[in-house]
């Protein structure tokens, strides 16, 4: 619709037929380009009781004093008047001259003039009801024109949908009838589109993807709200919650009635158009599942040949394996990010998902992907020593301990294994060491000897009698009767070096 037929103050003065007239010239131009709500009358000296905000009202200034008074406080009679209705948030003033009063009060014009308050005369040959029925009939002719706006807008939206690129054509179409930037981001919290392309200055684009990122790790489905510097932005999820598929971001602030509706379109077109893509999806994920698990069964011949026809060459060897501690509600998102990753560095990256994880090759040295993807997901990975496709499978193992004994982010086989076989030992083999050795315990417990910590010296000093009595202060006959005692009360015979050896381990297990 024209500007000039919004219903505004400025268009209600532009109406030949009302003859309407500013009384107050130094109006600012912003004040006249408000929104009008409705036209109401009433000569209350107070009416603001049965105001609302964004009203024009109408008086013929009977609740004012007598024109022939000449009373002191005449003066602050309009100025508090006209004060009570700013704060109420009137728009505008209209006074009704011949009715009452021939013109307009000097007092009423400058108290309007300090407020900064428009006031307009309506002349006694327009009625009160005409000015009212002016701004309905503009308010309908709004409401009719925007209505009109949001079938033809969706009418193209849903032409553009149907385009080669429909998502990026439903973004770009979407912009166009909102006349603002829109962009939508993948479930990943990558940037997957926009319009216009570089719309947004970098700082703002990178606080926006960080906020984008946030909606989306909280996993529920939702609208936002948010202001980045001077650019209010609106956020709405695509897809189920828990299941999110990304999110489109406009910047634009709160949007009419008429905007929602078209937004909405595009959310279940958008949303819509990514479900049907989880098939092809899904399908990319079994086949890359299914090359994982033949280069774990040593047929790396078959992996190579189906990722150059499909993702361009695996990494050339060596490479470095790393496995993820991924749950699998989060696994579609990370899995979404890797195949925009794996398409930008062709040959750079491979990755399918196994039963605890994702299984990550890069070749060896590059681990900037690796150290990215735990940054942004808050992931544990653990990485391989570099190895040739021959030995995938031990690389493998190798990611999953470093993963499990892992101290950080990212954990490196090679700094789990320093700390030596017996560092891996777990809840289970502490368990079972505690039981091997329960009967020493006891006993020296209940009859006062020293059986454990003669036997535990004596392993410490390679099973020599005479350099476990000098570390005890004891003699060597001494430490000699106590191992008799310790092989008699655990029933073992400790001249055998595998029970010599898992008396040490369960010693050492303990100690860990």
Request: proline share 4%.
């Amino acid at each position: 619709m024209d500007a000039d037929d919004a219903p505004t103050l400025r268009a209600l003065l532009a109406r030949r037929d009302l003859q309407l007239s500013l009384a107050v010239d130094d109006v600012d131009a912003a004040a006249l380009d408000r929104a009008i709500r409705w036209v109401h009358s009433s000569d209350l000296a107070d009416p603001t009781p049965f105001l609302s905000e964004g009203l024009v009202l109408l008086t013929t200034g009977t609740q004012f004093p007598d024109g022939s008074s000449d009373a002191a406080d005449a003066p602050d009679v309009y100025r508090a008047y006209v004060h009570r209705l700013a704060a109420r948030g009137v728009v505008g003033l209209g006074f009704g001259t011949e009715v009452v009063r021939d013109g307009i009060p000097p007092a009423l014009v400058d108290a309007c003039r300090d407020e900064r308050m428009p006031l307009f005369e309506v002349p006694y040959r327009t009625p009160f009801i005409a000015v009212a029925r002016a701004n309905a009939e503009a308010i309908a002719a709004e409401a009719y024109a925007r209505r009109s706006w949001a079938l033809a807008a969706q009418r193209a939206i849903a032409l553009a949908a149907l385009r080669p690129d429909g998502l990026g054509a439903t973004v770009a179409e979407l912009a166009k009838q909102l006349d603002t930037w829109v962009g939508m981001f993948d479930a990943a919290g990558e940037p997957a589109r926009e319009h216009p392309v570089g719309g947004l200055d970098p700082e703002t684009a990178i606080a926006l993807q960080r906020e984008v990122t946030a909606v989306l790790h909280r996993g529920a489905r939702a609208g936002s709200s948010l202001r980045i510097g001077d650019t209010p932005f609106t956020l709405q999820t695509l897809g189920r919650g828990g299941h999110l598929r990304g999110v489109i971001a406009i910047a634009a602030g709160d949007l009419d009635q008429e905007g929602r509706v078209v937004v909405t379109s595009v959310i279940a077109m958008a949303g819509l158009a990514l479900e049907q893509q989880q098939g092809l999806v899904r399908a990319r994920s079994a086949l890359r599942a299914g090359l994982v698990q033949s280069l774990l069964a040593g047929d790396p011949a078959l992996a190579r040949r189906t990722s150059r026809e499909l993702w361009g060459p695996l990494p050339p060897a060596p490479v470095t394996v790393g496995l993820t501690d991924a749950a699998s509600a989060r696994v579609d998102g990370i899995a979404e990010l890797l195949e925009l990753w794996a398409d930008e560095r062709r040959g750079a990256l491979f990755f399918g998902r196994t039963d605890d994880g994702l299984v990550l090759v890069v070749p060896a040295g590059e681990l900037s992907a690796l150290r990215d993807l735990a940054a942004r997901f808050e992931l544990r990975i653990g990485l391989s020593d570099p190895a040739g496709y021959d030995g995938f499978a031990a690389a493998v193992g190798q990611a999953r301990v470093a993963r499990d004994r892992g101290f950080g982010a990212i954990t490196a086989f090679a700094d789990v294994s320093r700390a030596g076989v017996l560092s891996a030992f777990t809840d289970e083999a502490r368990s079972l060491a505690r039981a091997e050795l329960a009967p020493l315990y006891d006993h020296d417990a209940a009859q006062g000897t020293h059986l454990l910590e003669t036997l535990q010296v004596w392993l410490d000093e390679d099973c020599s009698h005479e350099a476990t009595a000098q570390a005890l202060g004891v003699h060597r006959h001494t430490v000699r009767t106590r191992l008799a005692l310790v092989e008699r009360v655990l029933g073992r015979d400790l001249s055998s070096f595998a029970t010599r050896a898992e008396l040490w381990a369960a010693l050492r297990a303990l100690d860990a």
